[in-house]
């Protein structure tokens, strides 16, 4: 009778251990660069790049004194990252003084051998990422940007929140507005301010999605979400407007809200965060599966990109009905960004609960049983922030400790950022969201 008992529950133990095995198999994300702190490289920003971008900047501006806005190592921490034809552009949104470009720049072959904590260079410039006190708005001026994200008609769109998130001094400078700029000729195509009837203010929308072909560039709509407001706004670039869906599913969930990331348990009430954009289905009149979650729940939902697209629809409501809960992801799954790959047909997810990049391979049913893990690392891989997918097919991620950086500390002798990168058929080979799993 024992021996069957201790057959049995070693047959348990390997299938447990057969399954886990399954879920993470695949090649691990490449750690293309690592910082113990930022450091930036601005000096080179100089009045001809600055009047290439900006003809009209004046001479000089203001002098003013209030908070401390000199340069502050520790306040730096990098958000967002996204890759595009030999630069990888780096976001630092203004939640702390002392942060010299919210938007910034690697040359990756400008970077000398061997080298890899690379210094950030502003983008465009120093002058447009300059902050000064009494913090007036000016338009021209960058205030604080968190991901960015680059269509198919190498335009680089991203939303400059206008809002500084200072610890006892939060302050809407401007009003949030999307910019888009070509990235071929490093200029400014067009700026949307973001009206006062569509948000009252900017800090709650930290990514963007863009839906675009490369055949109508004009055609583009960029896909909002704004988790402080649980609202999903959209913008039409070739109507340049923008309109806005309300939702319970663009919510939070009360069950989920709480995190454990790397020692630090805290509470967030994060609604919609990500927007992925899923294949096209079986009718061009049907547009495009999307995907989209708050970041505190394990549930995924969808809608379809004609429905996001239909203004009149947007403003006169009625459309409940098509925003569908697609399924539960499992325990612990909470994510911040999510990103599908078209070529392999995978969802990647960002998991911050788990230090890891989850996946579903969106030919099968969702359910906690179908997702798997193509990356863990409770070391180095602490609270991935942003993943992106470039034109070359490759994962980019961002991990950055932000839990630790906001309610405990980072090391200054341990590197606390890192960006990685993988290829998705690599990523997900041997595990549950291979094809041929």
Not at 147 to 158: E, S
Not at 216 to 222: E, L, S, V, W
Not at 242 to 263: C, I, N, Y
Not at 324 to 337: A, S, V
Request: proline share 6%.
């Amino acid at each position: 009778m024992c021996e069957k008992r201790v057959s049995a529950l070693r047959c348990v133990i390997l299938l447990i251990t057969v399954t886990l095995c399954r879920c993470v198999q695949g090649d691990e994300f490449e750690e293309v660069f690592r910082w113990k702190s930022l450091d930036f490289n601005n000096s080179d920003a100089g009045e001809d790049t600055d009047r290439l971008f900006f003809p009209d900047v004046p001479d000089d501006a203001p002098e003013m004194a209030a908070l401390n806005e000199s340069f502050a190592p520790y306040h730096n921490l990098p958000m967002g990252v996204t890759h595009h034809k030999g630069r990888v552009f780096i976001t630092v949104p203004r939640r702390r003084t002392g942060i010299p470009s919210t938007l910034n720049v690697i040359l990756l072959d400008q970077i000398p051998a061997g080298e890899t904590s690379p210094k950030l260079i502003a983008y465009p410039n120093a002058i447009t990422n300059e902050l000064k006190a009494p913090y007036l708005p000016d338009p021209k001026k960058l205030i604080s940007v968190y991901r960015t994200r680059v269509d198919r008609c190498d335009r680089m769109w991203f939303v400059d929140t206008g809002f500084l998130e200072y610890p006892g001094h939060r302050k809407q400078v401007q009003r949030p507005a999307l910019w888009i700029i070509d990235l071929l000729q490093d200029r400014k195509v067009r700026q949307f301010e973001i009206p006062d009837t569509i948000v009252a203010e900017g800090h709650g929308m930290a990514s963007v999605t863009i839906d675009s072909t490369s055949d109508d560039c004009d055609g583009a709509y960029a896909y909002i979400p704004d988790l402080a407001f649980y609202r999903l706004y959209v913008y039409g670039f070739r109507e340049n407007r923008m309109w806005k869906f309300q939702h319970e599913f663009l919510s939070f969930d009360p069950r989920m809200t709480g995190f454990g990331v790397a020692g630090v348990r805290f509470r967030w009430n994060d609604g919609i965060f990500s927007i992925a954009l899923g294949p096209h289905r079986q009718s061009p009149e049907e547009g495009r599966t999307v995907y989209f979650h708050a970041m505190a729940s394990t549930s995924e939902y969808t809608t379809s990109s004609r429905v996001l697209q239909n203004e009149t629809l947007a403003n006169v409501g009625g459309y409940d009905h098509l925003f569908t809960h697609l399924g539960e992801r499992g325990i612990k799954t909470q994510c911040t960004i999510h990103q599908y790959d078209p070529q392999t047909g995978v969802l990647f997810y960002a998991e911050v609960n788990r230090n890891s990049i989850g996946c579903w391979n969106s030919k099968r049913p969702f359910n906690p049983e179908n997702h798997g893990i193509v990356h863990l690392d409770n070391t180095n891989f602490i609270y991935p922030s942003d993943m992106t997918l470039d034109s070359d097919g490759d994962l980019w991620v961002m991990t950055n400790g932000l839990p630790r950086w906001l309610y405990a500390s980072l090391s200054a002798d341990d590197y606390n950022f890192r960006v990685w990168r993988q290829t998705p058929a690599k990523a997900i080979a041997g595990t549950i969201c291979a094809p041929d799993a």
